[in-house]
Each structure stands twice: as C-alpha cells, then as structure tokens.
C-alpha cells in the first residue's frame, strides 16, 4: 500500500458538515499560526490531550464543552474554533472550550452567525445591518436568505443573518460552513494587502535607483565607473531578490485563497433581494481590487528584476570588452618592446662582429710584422685574405654562445 493512501483517503472525509437544527449562534474564530508551523502541531497535540484523540490524519476534531458543541480545525497556515450554542448566547468568548489553547496565535478573523428557523429574515434583524454596506440575498434557489454588513460588533465579530426555515438540518450546516468560510477566507486574501501597500514605496525607490543607475551606465566610461555601477547593481539585485523572497508566500497564498473564496460564494448561487447586493458582487468589488494590487506589485518587482540582470549583463559585456582592449594595448607594448630588444640587439651583435674582428686582426697584423723579419710575408695582403675569414668565424662563434644561452 501506498503510504500517503490513508492520508489521500482521509482528506475526503477530513472536515465533514455537521447537520444544524436551529435556532442556534454559532460562533467561529480564526487564528494565524508562525511561520515554521510549529504553533499548529502543538495545538493539534493539545486538543487532543484535552478533548480527544485526534489522529495524525485528522484535521478536525468535535467534542462538546461547558454546554456548546465545539469544532476545532487545523489548516495549512491558521487554525480556526467554531462553537455551537442556543440563540440567545450573548457570551462571546466563553471558558472551557479550548480558546486557552490558541493563546498563543495572533486572531485574525472572528464570525457570528444568527441562525433562526424563520423562512424570511425578520425587518428586526435587518435594521441591525449598516445600510452602506448590507448584504441581503436569497441562496440555493430561494430556500435561504442571509445577510450581513461585514462591519466587526464590540466583540470584534462580524454578524451574519440566516433564515434557513425550508432547508433541512445538513443542508443548514452547509450554508454556516459556507458563510463561515467566507468570512474565514477573505479576511486571509486581504492580509496580502497591507503588505503590498507598505512595500509599494520601497519598489518605487528601487525603480528610481535602477533609472539612475541607467543614466550613470551611459555616462561612465573608465573601468572604474563601470566597476562602480556594477557594485551598485548587484546591490539593488541583492534587494530585489529578498523582496520577492519575503512576499512570495504571501502573495501566492493570497491568490489561493481568493480561488478558494469565489469557489465559495459561487456555491451560493444568490439572487439579490430588493435594491441590496449579494455577498458575492460585495466582496468581489473589494477582494478583486486588492488581489490587482498584489499582482501588480509582483508584476513590477519582477520587471525590476529582470531590468537589473539585463543591466548587469550589459555591464559585464562592457567592462570585459574594455578589458579585453586594454589587454591589447598592453600585448601591443610588449610586442613592440621586444621587437626593439631584438634589433637593440642584432645591432650589438654587428658592433660586437665588427669589433672583435677588428682586434682579431690587429693581432694577427702584429704577428705577421714579427715575422716578416724571417719570413717573405706581405702583411698587408694576409690581412686583406684574412678579414674575411675572421668576420665569418667571428659572427659564427657568436650564434653558437646565443644559441648555448637560448638553450639554457
């Protein structure tokens, strides 16, 4: 057997739906775990010390606490708590139901849902919505109506309405786990917003520094200039690099989530009621916008980026050219050096034929003059015969010493 069969088999059933009788408050609250995921494998450790077993598949455990039925989930990156109680339950953070196991984790969205036995939302409920921002729609072909306004209660909750009279206990279920969802999903779509408006200044400046560096590439013309901006490139490449490094994750995980969000309210299939919009058209006016902004931010980074490495390459072409020509230069020196050398010293070597010869035969002018005492010998005419042969063997002795010296 495969041994990721039982986990792939257990993702089908991990998070099952929980049939809702109604009338009933649910409440959920979301909380980001760090970056290492550590947070979240000691919750799961600790939920299930204290409230059961939850196997290492599992990623949602049920248990009932201090009279409200209680559901803990671990995802990827949060962790959520959703609580069950009567209608009219006004305690909004309730002891002994787990929350002292997510002390740790920073909230990051909070959900209450309303959900009444009601066929139609009552005009009372309705009045306790900002009308800038009411949300009022019929869902699953008319069997629901819900509605909200998004805006956070003192409690930091956000309210939702639901009067799910026609639909059955699982199908009531359904609709709180949607609508909790959606709370839960676009509160994480937008924590990339933050980060792209914060960093959008930084990018800015990194643009202008790459539009300077440009005007100073074009301007400079010694190795040292080009040394100078290729320093300065590989900096800002160095910044680039650990930006993208840093908002990679989040801005991917933005665009997951917001997948995931219009997988979600598509399921809703809303029909607006009166004059209000739907929670779909809603958030897509505002989650739409925000996701643009995130990738617009990717865009450029990367725009940057590749103007950086294209620079660099540039520079890099350059300085090599100029080195390869001051490398010439200097090839063309030596060469010229050396061929002055050689003809400095093939004309000492004539002077040093001529000399040498010149005393070779002044010696043997005085040994002719001395033995022309004795000897019928015209010392003039020798000498003449002789000059010849003395050069000769004088140039020839001389290419045997360069050539000993060349060897060694």
């Given amino acids: 057997m495969h041994p990721d069969r039982r986990l792939i088999d257990a993702e089908i059933h991990a998070r099952p739906v929980q049939p809702l009788a109604g009338p009933a408050r649910i409440r959920r609250a979301a909380f980001m775990a760090d970056a290492d995921r550590r947070q979240l494998q000691a919750l799961r450790t600790t939920l299930a010390a204290r409230h ?64 009444v036995a009601a ?8 009045a306790g919505f900002s009308p800038l921002s009411l949300c009022y729609s019929a869902l699953y072909d008319g069997t629901a109506q819900a509605a909200t306004d998004f805006v956070m209660d003192a409690e930091g909750f956000t309210r939702f309405e639901l009067a799910a009279g026609r639909c059955g206990e699982l199908r009531r279920g359904v609709l709180v786990r949607r609508l909790l969802e959606i709370e839960t999903y676009r509160t994480l779509v937008l924590l990339g917003l933050p980060l792209a408006r914060s960093r959008g200044a930084d990018v800015q400046a990194q643009e202008a520094r790459l539009s300077a560096l440009m005007r100073q590439l074009a301007l400079g013309t010694s190795v040292s200039d080009n040394q100078q901006s290729l320093d300065a490139l590989h900096q800002l490449s160095l910044e680039i690099a650990r930006a993208q490094d840093e908002l990679s994750f989040r801005f991917a995980a933005t665009h997951a989530y917001a997948e995931v969000l219009r997988a979600r309210l598509n399921r809703l299939t809303e029909v607006s009621i009166a004059e209000f919009t739907t929670i779909a058209r809603y958030l897509e006016n505002r989650i739409d916008p925000a996701v643009a902004t995130c990738r617009a931010l990717e865009k450029r980074l990367d725009s940057v980026a590749a103007k950086v490495a294209r620079s660099t390459e540039l520079l890099n072409t350059r300085i090599s050219l100029s080195i390869e ?40 002018g005085d040994v002719l003059s001395g ?9 003039e005419i020798v000498l003449a015969l002789a000059a010849p042969l003395v050069v000769l063997v004088t140039w020839f002795a001389l290419r045997l010493v360069r050539r000993g010296h060349g060897g060694h």
Avoid: C, K
């Fill in 325 to 364: 020509t001051q490398n010439q230069a200097v090839f063309d020196t030596i060469s010229r050096t050396a061929r002055n050398q050689y003809e400095l010293q093939q004309t000492v070597e004539g002077l040093s034929i001529v000399a040498i010869s010149y005393y070779a035969l002044s010696l043997i």
């Fill in 52 to 115: 059961g077993d939850l196997r290492p598949e599992a990623r949602q455990l049920e248990y009932g606490a201090n009279g409200y039925r209680v559901t803990a989930e671990v995802h990827n990156e949060f962790a959520t708590l959703t609580w069950v109680g009567p209608i009219d339950d006004w305690t909004p953070w309730p002891a002994g139901i787990g929350l002292e196991a997510f002390e740790d984790m920073p909230l990051i969205a909070a959900t209450r849902i309303d959900l």
């Fill in 119 to 126: 066929a139609e939302i009552s005009p009372a409920a309705l």
């Fill in 371 to 379: 033995a022309s005492v004795v000897l019928p010998v015209d010392r």
